[in-house]
C-alpha cells in the first residue's frame, strides 16, 4: 500500500492549460503539503493544510489553487499553466512533531 | 530568508571510499533532519536528529548534530553504488514547515 500516492506521475501540456495534481495519504497524518523541486533540485514548500485547513502559502502565484476535501487528500489546480511551471511537484504528508516528512513519488510537470 | 547551504554540492566517488556531506547555516535549529532521493523518487527521511551534539547511526551512515545546532554532518563509510542519490537535509521551521537544503548529489561508480 502507498503511504502517499500522487497522480498523475507524468503531466506534457501547451500553455495557457489548465491542470490539476491529485494526492492522497493513508498514514493518517493531519497535515499535508506541497512542494515544489526546481531543476537544480532546490525544494521549496507551496501550501500546507492542517486538517482540511490552509495555514502556509508561500507567496505562490494564485493560479495555483490548492483544495482539500478532507485530511487524507490535497488536490493542486493549476490555471493558465507558464513554461516557468515545469517542475517536479510533490506532494507530503506528516504527523505532528519532529517527526519529518513522507514524500510521494512526484508529478513531472513540463509545459510547452 | 534562512538559507542550509551544503557542501559539496556533487560528488562522484569509487566504490569503498569514505565521505562526508555538510549541512551549515546560520540560524540554530530546533531539529534537522536528512532524506535522500533517488531518480524519479520522493525523498525518503533518513534520520531526525535533536540536540546539540548528538550522532546517530544508520548501518554505514553516521549523523552529527553540531553542538550549537547550526550545522551538521553526515558520513558514510565505504560507499556502494546503492548510496547514489540526492542527499537533502532540512530543518524544521515552525510547526508546520521544514526548509530543505540545497543539496549533494552522490554518484558512487562501481
Known amino acids: 500500500d502507498t503511504a502517499v500516492s500522487q497522480t498523475p506521475k507524468y503531466l506534457v501540456t501547451q500553455m495557457g492549460n489548465d491542470k490539476s495534481i491529485k494526492c492522497e495519504q493513508n498514514l493518517g497524518h493531519d497535515t499535508m503539503y506541497w512542494y515544489k523541486q526546481d531543476s537544480k533540485k532546490f525544494l521549496k514548500i507551496m501550501f500546507s493544510y492542517n486538517n482540511k485547513e490552509l495555514i502556509i502559502n508561500e507567496t505562490v502565484p494564485n493560479r495555483f489553487s490548492p483544495k482539500s476535501p478532507d485530511k487524507a487528500h490535497l488536490n493542486l489546480h493549476i490555471n493558465s499553466l507558464e513554461l516557468g511551471d515545469s517542475a517536479v511537484y510533490f506532494c507530503a504528508s506528516s504527523q505532528e512533531g519532529p517527526y519529518g516528512y513522507t514524500f510521494g513519488s512526484g508529478t513531472r510537470l513540463t509545459v510547452v | 530568508t534562512q538559507l542550509l547551504e551544503q557542501s559539496p554540492q556533487f560528488l562522484s566517488i569509487q566504490e569503498g571510499e569514505n565521505l562526508t556531506v555538510y549541512c551549515n547555516s546560520s540560524s540554530v535549529f530546533s531539529s534537522l533532519q536528512w532524506y535522500r532521493q533517488e531518480p524519479g523518487e520522493g525523498p525518503v527521511l533518513l534520520v531526525t536528529?535533536?540536540?546539540?551534539?548528538e550522532v546517530k547511526k544508520l548501518k554505514r551512515l553516521t549523523f552529527q548534530f553540531g553542538d550549537a545546532r547550526k550545522d551538521s554532518s553526515l558520513h558514510i563509510t565505504a560507499a556502494q553504488p546503492g548510496d547514489t542519490g540526492l542527499y537533502l537535509c532540512?530543518?524544521?521551521?515552525?510547526?508546520?514547515?521544514?526548509?530543505f537544503g540545497t543539496g549533494t548529489r552522490l554518484k558512487v561508480l562501481a
Open positions: 532540512a530543518f524544521r521551521s515552525g510547526t508546520y514547515k521544514y526548509i
Open positions: 536528529v535533536v540536540t546539540g551534539g
